[in-house]
């Protein structure tokens, strides 16, 4: 069946540092959709990419689809505390959400 | 708002005791969805209803069973909790005829004593 691989798996950046995530899946998406998830918290959706190549912002987090639409990234330009959780990326297959393992952010003050 | 909402937020059982969870939505999704999310894991899906037709993931253990009776309530049943059922549960809604989005409950964090 279909997998998402996300990495790192954890990553801990100093506040103003720049933080990347990626997520690579063994099938052609659709679609791909990130989610996050604070401390103790359930997954927030952030944006969904659905063309090839296509990149879309939301302040300091720009999205990325691979041409090939089997990969994807998450950028955050100068991380803030507010920046703190887990991030996912999710492919969908059939109405049901492939999640990748998730990144685990922290931010130091 | 329009919302999911799940309750309740913590439930403490005893190994072998049923237990009961509720979701809720009022955004009038066809599609519920069950997840199970263990600490530093992504969310695992347990089992989907589109409308009242039961989705059963492959490896989802036969202790866990669900309802939907109508379209704003789906449950959550585990006949037999183990000491391994301790997690997140949780509960996301969907549009089929919308976007792909799914809306997440809080979750309920259930404990196994």
């Known amino acids: 069946g279909q997998q998402v691989m996300q990495i790192p798996q954890y990553q801990h950046v100093q506040e103003g540092e720049d933080f990347t995530t990626y997520c690579n899946s063994s099938?052609?998406?659709?679609?791909i959709q990130w989610y996050k998830q604070r401390p103790g918290g359930h997954p927030v959706f952030l944006i969904q990419?659905?063309?090839?190549?296509e990149v879309k912002k939301q302040k300091r987090l720009t999205f990325q689809f691979g041409e090939a639409k089997k990969n994807s990234s998450l950028h955050i330009t100068a991380t803030q505390t507010t920046d703190v959780g887990t991030y996912f990326c999710a492919g969908q297959q059939g109405g049901k959400l492939i999640f990748g393992q998730g990144t685990e952010l922290s931010v130091k003050p | 708002d329009a919302m999911v909402i799940q309750n309740p937020r913590y439930q403490v059982t005893q190994f072998g005791k049923p237990v009961t969870l509720s979701c809720s939505q009022t955004l009038n999704h066809n599609v519920m969805y069950w997840y199970q999310q263990k600490s530093s894991q992504a969310p695992k899906l347990l089992f989907h209803?589109?409308?009242?037709?039961?989705?059963n993931e492959a490896d989802t253990p036969d202790n866990f069973q669900s309802r939907r009776p109508n379209t704003s309530f789906c449950f959550l049943d585990i006949r037999s909790p183990g000491l391994g059922d301790a997690a997140m549960y949780l509960c996301?809604?969907?549009?089929?005829?919308?976007?792909?989005?799914?809306?997440f409950g809080p979750g309920t964090r259930l404990t196994v004593l």
């Open positions: 990419l659905v063309k090839s190549g």
């Open positions: 996301a809604t969907q549009d089929y005829k919308g976007t792909d989005t799914q809306y």
């Open positions: 099938t052609t998406l659709s679609n």
């Open positions: 209803y589109y409308d009242k037709d039961f989705n």
